[in-house]
T-cell receptor
Framework: EAQVTQNPRYLITVTGKKLTVTCSQNMNHEYMSWYRQDPGLGLRQIYYSMNVEVTDKGDVPEGYKVSRKEKRNFPLILESPSPNQTSLYFC?????????????FGAGSRLTVL | AQTVTQSQPEMSVQEAETVTLSCTYDTSESDYYLFWYKQPPSRQMILVIRQEAYKQQNATENRFSVNFQKAAKSFSLKISDSQLGDAAMYFCAYSPYNAGNNRKLIWGLGTSLAVNP
């Protein structure tokens, strides 16, 4: 089944404890991105990647890092999480070509930082 | 900057009835995509329908159809024969046609749809 897989789905952590949210897609998509969803603010892009080793900042990159060492994987790293990073996170991917603007989303990762 | 506005935070519909969700957007681009995504309680973001701005014909997907008014920058979603499983948050989103390296979607804040049995 074609899908984007995020892990963990739920995580409660404490301020300053490094964590990584993994994202993997099995559709050979070139483009991957991360969004966070917050009440009243909607979905906002954190980082995106056009291909392996090509990443760039979105609208709200502060406090986050990403890497794209393999085409299928695009992990989101919170080096020192803070309570304002409590949010619902989505990874998404899309192919090159005519379907380029259609994003396939993961199931979301609910992160709580205490 | 492009913006997407959904003016109805909440709506409700009776099962089997028809409901229309509103969306307006602002852009200076002539070519772009518009989307409706559904987010059920599971939180999964599911594509409902997509419209290319250069196409005059309104997109349809089974019980879901859009009314795309390019000049008015309006993109409403009509759900016919509403079912209990249609209850969800619905998001309108915009993407430039030629987004370069970033295929970012610009999102509205959503409309919460309740379906009453």
């Amino acid at each position: 089944e074609a899908q984007v897989t995020q892990n963990p789905r739920y995580l409660i952590t404490v301020t300053g404890k490094k964590l990584t949210v993994t994202c993997s897609q099995n559709m050979n998509h070139e483009y991957m991105s991360w969004y966070r969803q917050d009440p009243g603010l909607g979905l906002r892009q954190i980082y995106y990647s056009m291909n392996v080793e090509v990443t760039d900042k979105g609208d709200v990159p502060e406090g986050y890092k990403v890497s794209r060492k393999e085409k299928r994987n695009f992990p989101l790293i919170l080096e020192s999480p803070s309570p304002n990073q409590t949010s619902l996170y989505f990874c998404a991917s899309s192919p090159r070509g005519s379907g380029a603007n259609v994003l396939t989303f993961g199931a979301g990762s609910r992160l709580t930082v205490l | 900057a492009q913006t997407v506005t959904q003016s109805q935070p909440e709506m409700s519909v009776q099962e089997a009835e028809t409901v229309t969700l509103s969306c307006t957007y602002d852009t200076s681009e002539s070519d772009y995509y518009l989307f409706w995504y559904k987010q059920p309680p599971s939180r999964q973001m599911i594509l409902v329908i997509r419209q290319e701005a250069y196409k005059q014909q309104n997109a349809t997907e089974n019980r879901f159809s859009v009314n795309f008014q390019k000049a008015a920058k309006s993109f409403s979603l009509k759900i016919s024969d509403s079912q209990l499983g249609d209850a969800a948050m619905y998001f309108c989103a915009y993407s430039p046609y030629n987004a370069g390296n970033n295929r970012k979607l610009i999102w509205g804040l959503g409309t919460s749809l309740a379906v009453n049995p």
